[in-house]
Every structure is written in C-alpha cells, then in structure tokens.
C-alpha cells in the first residue's frame, strides 16, 4: 500500500485541481502550506488553523527542530504531532535549506554538512542519513530529501556539480528512509484506511535557472523514484522571469500522478503564475513574516499599516476578506496597535494574511474545476497590478 494518494480532478491547460490524501488528512490541491518553523505558525493558534482557517497541512522545519528542541525531545514526547497537538498532516523540509542559507560556519563533504548551531555555537552535523532520522522522530506525512541548496547566481560547473551529489543523497535519503520506516521510527505512523500509515518521501529538483540542467536533475529524481516532486532552489534572489520560464519547462515534464510542490514561494502573484504552468504546492513564510512587520496581503495589492493615511480608517484591512479579522478590526485600530507596539497587531495581520493566502488558493480550485482558471488568473493579475500603480 501507498503511503499517499493523490488524484486529479480537474485540469485547464497545465493547471490542475486535486486531492491529496495522506494518513492524517485529505488535501486539496492547488494547496497553500503555512510554515510553522519551530513547530509553530508564528503568532497564529492551532484552534484558528484547524476551525476558521482550515488550513489540511502545514511546515514543520528540520533545522530548527533538530537544534531546539532536539529530535531526541520531540522522539521522547511522541512526534511532532503529539507534541505540538497538531493532529492534521505535517510536511517537514529536509534541513538542507537553512543550513545552506542561514549558517555562515559550514564545512560540506560528500558525507553531509558540518555547520555551527546559530543557537550556541556548537558543532553540529547534517546528512541525508542524519535528515531522515530526524524526520522519523518528527513524524511527519511527508518527509523531504536532504539536498545541496547552490546560491541562486551559481554559474554552469558549479550547479552541475551541485545536482550531482544532490542526486547521490537523494539515493542515500531514500535508502535510509526505506529503513526507517520498517524498523518502525516513524512516530507518526497510524493505521490509515487504503494507505499504508507510513511516510510519504518527496524527491527535489535544482539546477537553479540553466534549464539542461534542471531537466537533467528532474532526470535523475524520476529515476531513483518518489511519492511526490519537488522544484527547489527558486525564489533564491534570481530574476522572476527566469523563476517562470523554469516552471513553464520543468513543471509540465514532472511525472503527472504525483503531486509537484514549488519550495519557498511565493507571493499571491507567484502562485497564481506557478499553478497555470502546473504546480499542486506550496509553501512561504511571507504570510507570517509580513504580518510582523505591519505589511498585508489584500486583494487590492501590499499595504503597510504603518502608513500615516490608515491612522482614522475605519475600514478593515481587505473589504473583500472574510476573515474574522476582516470582520471586526479597521485598518486605524490595528495601526494603532502596530505603532504601540502591541503583540496584537502582529497576530492580527499574520491572521488575515494566512486567510488571503488559504481564501485565494480555493478561488482558485474552484476556478479549475469551473474551467474558469485562466479568466481568473487574468482578473486576479489585472487587479494587483492596478493597485501597485494607485499605491493602496
Ligand atoms: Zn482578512
């Protein structure tokens, strides 16, 4: 039996509706995952992700969770899920990500990585090996190979250097990973009807913006096999253009029964441009990460609460947003709360934010299923760009 299954049922050109079912929850896919990076979606309770939000999946990240608590901790306290109380499913990236992007002191072999804990200092060490096991402790429905995360202006040698060990540590993942699960680390693991209650295991694309080598990379991935793809390595400080036309050739090629997943992007429009070239998943801290700094996510395009023109509007931040927040706080309210430097303020537009992102995914599987996507996709577009010009 399958640890996941996944199923399309709608498709409009490259863009497609579906439903992902893993042990803990069925998913809805094209699928928006809030990130929750130290087994947290910053400033947001489970209680408002599970009832008002809905949100079927969220982020749970390695490297963090390997450095605090511990995977031991988390071991010992009974998975991720246990632990935190978040019962839905779980997908936890493979740690190579913030290693590679966040830690200056690293030393990387063909082994794995050694790096200094941003915490203490001290020596720690990664590898595909070391990345599954931390991803059984945790427990989630779907693990992510470890893989090497070249800067997004890497030139040819290097990227090809790079995908390469990528591709033996995806190997090396997958070997580890199989072991795993049969000698029962997985503290996720329930009884599941159809499925097998076990891990799902995503393999990941790089090759950064050269497309031969993206499709090299895409090669080698299909070939060891997965449950699920990954394009990763975009949305590093590249031009857009060249984030798109990646998408346009790689996200079509990936294999069509299984669900592809766009790492660390994007922003509303980048979404909406990655489903219309086939992408099923997503995941982005900018939701969170915005609301702390006083900046929302609307319909209407960016605003920042900290603009002196919201201090006596009375109206909420989205007018079209049904969210609680929308429903009951203004825009002057919640910038007094910002200027105060009141906690609220923080948790309040993360709120909305998280419901724009989670609002604006399921207008767009409706859109698909409708066969109305690319009406949709035009309108959404049209309506943000008229706004960055008026300045909301
Ligand atoms: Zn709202």
């Known amino acids: 039996m399958k640890p996941i299954e996944w199923k399309v049922t709608a498709q409009e050109g490259n863009a497609r509706a579906g439903i992902l079912r893993?042990?803990?929850?069925?998913?809805?896919?094209?699928v928006f995952m809030p990130v929750g990076t130290q087994g947290t979606?910053?400033?947001?309770?489970?209680?408002?992700?599970?009832?008002?939000?809905d949100a079927r999946v969220i982020l749970g990240n390695t490297y963090h969770l390997f450095l605090r608590p511990g995977a031991e901790v988390i071991r010992e306290l009974g998975g991720l899920h246990k632990f935190s109380t978040w019962n839905r499913s779980l997908l936890t990236d493979s740690g190579g990500f913030q290693v590679f992007s966040l830690t200056d002191l690293r030393k990387l072999?063909?082994?794995?990585?050694?790096?200094?804990?941003?915490?203490d200092g001290s020596k720690r060490f990664l590898s595909p090996e070391v990345s599954m096991e931390v991803q059984a402790a945790l427990g989630s429905e779907i693990v992510m190979v470890f893989d090497e995360?070249?800067?997004?202006?890497?030139g040819f040698d290097k990227t090809r250097k790079s995908l390469e060990l990528t591709a033996r540590w995806a190997k090396r993942s997958k070997d580890r990973f199989i072991e795993l699960q049969k000698s029962g680390m997985d503290t996720g693991f329930i009884e599941a009807e159809d499925l097998s209650g076990r891990q799902a295991l995503f393999g990941i694309v790089q090759g950064a913006g050269h497309l031969d080598l993206r499709r090299e990379s895409l090669g080698k991935t299909i070939e060891i096999g997965f449950d699920g793809y990954a394009i990763g390595g975009l949305s590093v400080g590249e031009e857009k253009s060249v984030m798109y036309e990646v998408l346009e050739h790689i996200a079509p090629q990936m294999p069509e029964n299984a669900p592809r997943y766009l790492m660390g992007v994007g922003t509303p429009e980048d979404l909406i441009e990655a489903v219309h070239r086939g992408v099923d998943m997503f995941d982005?801290?900018?939701?969170?990460?915005?609301?702390?700094?006083?900046?929302?996510?609307?319909?209407?395009?960016?605003?920042?609460?900290?603009?002196?023109?919201?201090?006596?509007?009375?109206?909420?931040?989205?007018?079209?947003?049904?969210?609680?927040?929308?429903?009951?706080?203004?825009?002057?309210?919640?910038r007094h709360l910002?200027?105060?430097?009141?906690?609220?303020?923080?948790?309040l537009i993360s709120h909305h934010n998280l419901a724009f992102f989670l609002d604006t995914m399921r207008k767009v599987r409706d859109a698909i299923k409708l066969g109305k996507f690319s009406r949709f996709r035009k309108d959404f577009l049209e309506k943000m760009r008229e706004n960055e010009t008026t300045g909301v």
């Open 22 to 30: 893993t042990r803990r929850s069925e998913i809805e896919t094209p």
């Open 149 to 154: 995360c070249p800067p997004g202006d890497a």
């Open 284 to 334: 982005c801290v900018m939701p969170t990460r915005n609301g702390r700094t006083g900046s929302a996510f609307t319909s209407r395009g960016k605003l920042n609460i900290r603009n002196a023109k919201f201090a006596r509007d009375s109206e909420p931040l989205d007018e079209e947003c049904p969210c609680s927040v929308c429903r009951r706080y203004s825009k002057a309210y919640i």
């Open 41 to 53: 979606v910053k400033g947001v309770r489970y209680e408002w992700l599970e009832n008002e939000l």
């Open 109 to 119: 072999t063909e082994e794995g990585v050694e790096f200094r804990s941003h915490i």
């Open 338 to 347: 910002y200027q105060s430097g009141e906690m609220l303020a923080a948790i």
